[in-house]
């Protein structure tokens, strides 16, 4: 069954949970303001987008990293981290623990340069809608 709007992974948005959503924003507007509402959650994208940069740039830096499934973050030497830290000094909070996978998943869906579509790649400024989907990606490619 394909998923409807209505209903994400996880969350159900029926109206006893789209009126508990309202609730907590009205809570949160009633005492902060909405500008600051806007102002949180825009520091709030600012920050995780900085993260992921940061991330990313430990992850494919150089190549031939090992990887340390356990804590999920790469496996380096002791210089390795010092040069890093040297050059990124914010990523001290990813050298004994990374990130956690699905939340990189997510990361990369929201701040990727690319979203993958069922006829190719578009840019996620795109409507896909306005992609043109007449291509059959196997014959094409084959043709």
């Given amino acids: 069954m394909a998923p409807n709007k209505d209903t994400e992974e996880g ?3 029926n109206n006893k949970n789209v009126v508990k ?3 907590v924003c009205i809570d949160y ?9 806007m102002r949180c959650l825009k520091n709030k994208y600012d920050s995780m987008k900085k993260d992921w940069r940061l991330w990313k740039f430990l992850k494919t830096v150089d190549t031939g990293l090992g990887w340390n499934p ?3 973050k790469p496996d380096c030497s002791d210089e390795w981290w010092d040069r890093k ?4 000094p914010d990523a001290k909070k ?4 990374g990130v956690y996978p699905l939340l990189e ?3 990369d869906q929201l701040f990727g340069d690319a979203v993958a579509t069922g006829a190719g790649y578009v840019a996620p400024s795109l409507n896909p809608e306005s992609v043109d989907k007449s291509i059959n990606d196997a014959d094409e490619i084959q043709n």
């Fill in 70 to 72: 356990t804590t999920g």
């Fill in 11 to 13: 969350i159900t948005w």
């Fill in 105 to 107: 998943e997510i990361w």
């Fill in 29 to 37: 507007i009633t005492k902060n303001g909405c500008v600051q509402l």
């Fill in 21 to 23: 959503f309202c609730e």
């Fill in 94 to 97: 990813y050298r004994h623990k």
């Fill in 85 to 88: 830290l040297k050059e990124k």
